[in-house]
């Protein structure tokens, strides 16, 4: 039993694949004390500088001294509190310009959302009838949510809304998901949600967005993707994260009152699964307080200053930057050895950028995900840009 343990661990170290944890003792935030050593991160989704905001931590202990440390139950035993009502109505309003009459429903995180959305909705009809279209760089808990559904899914290329339009044209499943990321973590760019819902709309199917890293950040009061795209339908199906920009955690899932009622009684990972602590939606109340205010507009204004600043700055011979509007930033070096060996020397200087390897990206584009925050400051990106010039140039001569 072991020596088979053995020989995988160790060829996955001989690959260059090994995935090490990192221990930090700080709070969440641009400078960070990780395994006793202080270094600037531009490593969370921590889009807003939320995570550790007063305001948030105030209400998360107002909330502990109300309710206690635990829901002990599921939603629908006995978990469900009268603050998860109120966030889910919060939630439900704030989408309520993209889809009409929009109900929400609180999840626990963002992986359990996608996985009981995805296998909840497939369930409306036999598995023969139901077909789910993926985008090809969604994120893993949508590709496992597509597994746990049991039927047939088709893979469409980044972004090719031609090639989907072909599928969807030779489909004859009654039942249509089209499903993808809405901001692709792992690239910054954004779903062409314009083209794709029209699509939806010509050939009768759902369109589930999982906009994890567009909610709080995208949009005039930080709704996400859709308010920004001005989109708006009954035949779509978003789903938020609350623990990357809006600084706590949970996700939640908003659509038609209709969707939500049948996701109530079958979404598993909401059925049979305890409620996250009330305290929590009371910190996420606070949250989306700022969000929606002006808090959280000059938030938005500050990042999207920083990622105008980062993206004029920076010059590179050999990496490249792909054209990613967002906070996150990703810069390809390529091979698995040279992205390992970027993040070594920059943890060296001081730096912690996380390098991403496959299989969570293709083969041959190892990179560093660089995420900016609202909480840096322009010193801190500049000596980014600073420090990533000087070690392209550095191993270039190696
Ligand atoms: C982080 C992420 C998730 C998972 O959400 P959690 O709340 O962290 O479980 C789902 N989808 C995407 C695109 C993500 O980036």
């Known amino acids: 039993m072991f020596e088979i343990l053995d020989a995988q661990l160790n060829r996955q170290k001989a690959d260059g694949l090994q995935r090490v944890l990192k221990t930090v003792s700080s709070p969440c935030g641009p400078e960070l004390v990780v395994d006793g050593k202080p270094l ?11 995570a550790a905001h007063p305001a948030l931590t105030e209400a998360l202990v107002r909330g502990a001294q109300q309710y206690g440390v635990g829901s002990g139950a599921s939603h629908l035993v006995s978990g469900h509190y009268l603050v998860h009502a109120k966030l889910e109505q919060r ?41 789910i279209f993926s985008e090809s760089l969604n994120h893993a808990s949508l590709i496992d949510g597509a597994r746990l559904a049991r039927v ?18 030779a489909s004859r499943s009654k039942l249509k998901l089209v499903v993808t990321d809405g901001v692709f973590s792992m690239d910054g760019d954004l779903a062409p949600l314009k083209q794709i819902l029209a699509l939806c709309q010509q050939y009768q199917a759902w369109l589930i967005v999982d906009d994890a890293h567009g909610f709080g950040v995208l949009g005039e009061d930080g709704a996400g993707i859709l308010q920004q795209l001005g989109l ?40 049979y699964a305890t409620a996250s602590a009330p305290a929590l939606a ?45 906070a996150i930033q990703p810069l390809i070096i390529g091979s698995n050895r040279e992205a390992l060996r970027v993040g070594q020397r920059l943890r060296e200087l001081g730096l912690w950028l996380p ?27 500049q000596r980014l840009i600073d420090v990533i010039a000087q070690l392209e140039s550095e191993t270039a001569h190696d």
């Open 355 to 381: 390098v991403i390897r496959p299989p969570t990206v293709p083969e041959g584009s190892a990179r560093l995900r660089i995420s900016l925050s609202a909480a840096h400051t322009e010193e801190q990106v």
């Open 152 to 169: 047939e899914t088709l893979i469409y290329p980044h972004n090719d809304y031609a090639a989907l339009e072909r599928q969807l044209q």
């Open 232 to 271: 708006r339908s009954s035949q779509l199906i978003y789903i938020g994260t609350l623990g990357k920009a809006a600084g706590v955690s949970g996700a939640f899932v908003c659509a038609d009152p209709r969707v939500i009622e049948w996701l109530l009684q079958r979404a598993r990972t909401y059925v």
């Open 91 to 131: 939630l439900g309003s704030m989408l309520s310009g993209s889809i009409p009459n929009a109900r929400a429903l609180y999840f626990c995180d963002g992986y359990l959302a996608n996985l009981g959305v995805l296998s909840g909705m497939a369930s409306l009809v036999l598995k023969s009838q139901c077909t």
């Open 40 to 50: 600037l991160a531009f490593a969370s989704n921590d889009y807003l500088g939320l």
């Open 282 to 326: 009371q910190a996420l109340l606070a949250s989306l307080d700022i969000i929606n205010g002006e808090e959280g507009r000059a938030l938005r204004a500050k990042l999207n200053h920083l990622i105008a600043m980062w993206r004029t700055g920076i010059r590179l011979q050999r990496w490249q930057l792909p054209d990613s509007p967002t």
